[in-house]
């Protein structure tokens, strides 16, 4: 799978993951959203999806995706987007920017298709609140967006007030299987 599928998969989910990462967050928290394939043009490589209230999404497959030949009409396909956990806080400057990681893409054995797409990414944020029982941190990135991320340890969230800009670190992950 290449960015180009991410994002599209992704957006499918976006109306609940969005929502979602305005809400507080707790550990484990997971976004989950199931389409059933409604057509597919095998020639274009493109998959109608259709939700739950009936609005249907057309997604392009690459060449990436392996066992595309193996979707059929009918199959439900469900799509985790699993929150965002912050690895790393530090202020701008403090500590060297860590590179950004490709997707790394883990495919989901069997006949079926399915794979978990993750990549690794650090931004500098305003922080907007900490709640420090999940823990966790809402922030304001660059371009506007607020999101909330769970910490993965408390200590990094040692000296931090809201208002700082800080640098964090942080993974996403989306995970796709069909039925």
Known sequence: MTRTII???AALVLTAASSAAQKPLSQGAAVSETFTIEAIDSKA?????KDKDGIVEDVYCPPEVKRFDALKV????TFRYYESVVYQIHKPGSAPESPSSGPAITRTPG???G???SEQMTATVTVNAIDMKVPSVTITAADGRKMSFRVENPK???GVKVGDKVQITYTQALAISVQ
């Open 45 to 49: 490589r493109i998959v109608s999806l």
């Open 74 to 77: 009918g199959d439900k396909v």
């Open 156 to 158: 990094n969230l040692a």
């Open 111 to 113: 006949t079926k298709p």
């Open 7 to 9: 994002a599209a998969m």
């Open 115 to 117: 794979a978990t797409v």
